[in-house]
């Protein structure tokens, strides 16, 4: 044992005392005792409460999500509530949790300790997604909430997520000063932990139906949907929360043949039937592709385990399942949306879309086609839902989204929603149908109106102390000598979010970038493509970016796969 550091050591050894429960105590001896690796690693640091909330792997230990760290980071939330609404009679927060294990302990330890500091809690009976929590906020006036999942994130990990009034993720200041809050509570003995049934009640079956009602709300073809009711769904929920809204909202609004991948459609945060549970990943949408085919179906939808993300399967126009990216999926979303709004008399010019800055800019070009105003926001849905509320009462924010996998419609939830997106998705191969059509062959039409555009993403990891150093000299190297051309497409603009500035290359002017300070690059070419380059701001890694935009060339097959290999080689010039 003598290769252990003493203060780890000693933050071990303070978990054998009597505020820690038996079975923690054991398996804190057992890591003393037999696996000096893993203790190092389960106390070696305190988890952190980032901008986002909690995540980590599960465990005993200072730097693992276990009902102590995550009662310790409860009562400092709860202080911070109470601290800023000072005089309020009643303070109220929600609390949901996906299908991980130990995420109802997490929270239902959650519940006890802001009810044990006198916040009512409104606590979901079961597992909910995270765009329900994010509607209970708002629908029951709650002054915060938390969502237990850890998204699409390994089977080991867990999480915390916090939500302001709005509905929203924290953003600044809130984000920084709850860390501040979530600092100080050092030990469990500074928590309150004596549940007070009498302030916690149970949200079931009925909510669920308040909140479907305002997903139905968002229809636009429901009359289309009963000339195509036929028309062949797969779903899957990856074993998770989106299992029964998701089939239920497809049922309500007339889809009569869908069909659930039932390996899937079992509740288990082991998420036995994929390595990783996330719908970007091709392995964890094979068993749905795989339904699809015996089926012969015409759209295949999967949701991660916390329903806020949502993939997508098509057949092309050879009639193999293809997968689409997170930016092709939300063109289509958005498409469908305006045009339809544009069909049914609906835009008075005062709405808006939203997406992030590392989002292909064909949603904002089918914007154009309809004069909606557009906005940019850093990457992260909570700043989505921050322009939301800053338009609040002045504009109508119709639709946005992210590429990584997340979509809203409507205003009445403030994050990424695979249900409302589901949905839309579903109408829109609906819509496609009426003018006979395929979901792909829409997605085509969108890229001969506006352009072919095709995305790519590389992510890096650099472990380590040297890694994180090496990502810093990356960004230092492209600030300092930026690339002049990529794949015979000249430069033509440099944003940098750190300095807030955009530089035009042609006329040497700087224009300031209205959003806040972020560690991203972005080169814009002639020809409208855009790299962007962002390191984690929680993991060792670094992200690439990569939108290439190009013409259709004869026949659309061969003019994607030329935009293919140009995205290849843009990421062999610039990844080195």
Known sequence: MTNIDPKIMERAQAWLTDQYDEETRKKVQELIDNDPNELTESFYRNLEFGTGGLRGIMGVGTNRMNIYTVAM?????????????PGEKELRVAIAYDCRNNSPAFANITADVMSANGIKVYLFDCLRPTPELSFAV???HCHAGVMVTASHNPKEYNGYKAYWNDGGQLISPHDKNVIAEVEKITDPSMVNFKRKPELITMLDERFDDIYLEKVFGLSLSLDLIKKHKDLKIVYTPIHGTGRRLVPEILKRKGFENVYC?????V???DFPTVKSPNPEEPAAMALAVKKAQEVNADLVLATDPDADRVGCAVKNE???FILLNGNQAASVFLYYLLTRWNELGKLTGKEFVVKTIVTTELLFEIAKKYNVDR????????YIASKILELEGKKQFIGGGEESYGYLAGDFVRDKDAVIATSLLAEAMAWAAEQGKTFYELLCDIYREFGLYKEKLVSLTKKGISGVEEIKAMMARFR????????????VEIRDYK??????LSSGKVTPINLPKSDVLQFFTESGSKISIRPSGTEPKIKFYFSMKGKIDGSLEASMKALDEKLEAAAALLIK
């Open 73 to 85: 980071a409860t009562q400092g939330f709860a202080n911070y509530i109470k601290m800023m609404n």
């Open 138 to 140: 708002r629908e029951l």
């Open 261 to 265: 991948v039932e390996e899937q459609m």
């Open 267 to 269: 509740v288990d945060g």
């Open 318 to 320: 050879q009639g193999e």
């Open 375 to 382: 906005y940019d926001v850093l990457t992260g849905f909570k």
């Open 480 to 491: 300092e000598t930026p690339p002049t051309e990529i794949c015979g497409e000249k430069i």
């Open 499 to 504: 300095t807030l500035e955009a530089k035009n």
